[in-house]
């Protein structure tokens, strides 16, 4: 089997050029986690070719097997952070059975990490609504159409599903199924991790209690 796929190992010369990547401490000097994430984030808009809102949610299955996959992440304050999908999805039955994920962002052009583990709760009718209402209707219709993770014959059946539910809605607004909602993240812990040279990365892990957010320091 070839390997030739594989990048190698960075040599020396190749640490060396980025020895200087992420070295600013002071980064970590302020106690509010959410307030980093936030900061991170928006550098991470500047320099993503897309999606820096990209995250890849963790959940367990009814047989405790892990299943994840990519969602964007919709909104974050000090109450969590926000995403929305389908509730009959395999992610909105495990969710539904197991309130606990984990979720993870990386930034290629930062070379840095964020993960989050926490308990998940569902948003209120009005906040999937309002952020339903916020979406090109195209999707809104999308949304109608797809019975996601489902098994689906073939494309042009749920091309067929599309335009069955276009012709439903046409000259009206397109409302959000019942089916359909957010989640909320509420976080326990939060560690950011930077990219260091030769593989002596930087961590620092913050974790919530009943007085608030402490903040350990973890070996690469």
Same mark, same amino acid.
């Given at each position: 089997?070839?390997?030739?796929?594989?990048?190698?190992?960075?040599s020396?010369?190749?640490? =060396?050029?980025? *020895? /200087?990547?992420?070295?600013? !401490?002071t980064?970590y000097?302020?106690?509010?986690?959410?307030a980093?994430? #936030? &900061?991170?984030?928006?550098q991470?808009?500047q320099?993503?070719?897309?999606?820096?809102? =990209?995250?890849? *949610? /963790?959940?367990v299955?009814a !047989?405790?097997?892990p299943d994840?996959?990519i969602?964007?992440?919709?909104d #974050? &304050?000090?109450?969590?952070?926000t995403?929305?999908?389908?509730?009959?999805?395999a992610?909105g039955?495990? *969710? /539904?059975?197991?309130?606990v994920?984990a979720?993870?962002f990386?930034w290629?052009?930062?070379?840095?990490?964020?993960?989050v583990?926490?308990?998940v709760?569902?948003?209120s009718?009005?906040?999937?609504?309002?952020?339903?209402a916020?979406?090109a209707?195209?999707s809104?219709i999308g949304?109608?159409?797809s019975?996601?993770?489902?098994?689906l014959?073939?494309?042009?059946?749920?091309?067929?599903?599309v335009?069955?539910q276009?012709?439903?809605?046409?000259?009206?607004?397109?409302?959000?199924?019942?089916h359909?909602?957010?989640w909320?993240l509420?976080?326990?812990?939060?560690?950011?991790?930077?990219d260091r040279?030769f593989r002596?990365?930087?961590?620092?892990?913050?974790r919530k209690?009943?007085?608030?957010?402490?903040k350990?320091?973890?070996?690469p």
């Open positions: 089997m070839s390997h030739s796929v594989i990048p190698p190992s960075p020396h010369d190749d640490y =060396a050029a980025q *020895l /200087a990547a992420n070295a600013d !401490d980064v000097d302020g106690d509010n986690p959410v980093l994430f #936030i &900061d991170w984030l928006a991470a808009r320099t993503e070719p897309n999606d820096a809102n =990209a995250m890849t *949610l /963790a959940t299955d !047989d405790g097997m994840a996959r969602v964007l992440l919709k #974050i &304050d000090a109450d969590g952070l995403f929305f999908s389908n509730t009959q999805s992610k039955q495990e *969710l /539904a059975d197991r309130p994920a979720l993870v990386h290629k052009s930062l070379r840095r990490q964020v993960r583990r926490g308990v709760e569902p948003v009718a009005a906040e999937a609504d309002a952020y339903f916020s979406r209707r195209e809104r949304a109608w159409a019975d996601q993770s489902r098994p014959d073939s494309r042009a059946q749920l091309e067929q599903r335009q069955e276009t012709e439903r809605f046409e000259g009206q607004d397109v409302p959000r199924p019942a359909w909602t957010g909320r509420k976080p326990q812990s939060i560690e950011f991790w930077r040279a002596l990365h930087d961590r620092m892990q913050f209690d009943a007085e608030g957010w402490t350990t320091r973890l070996y």
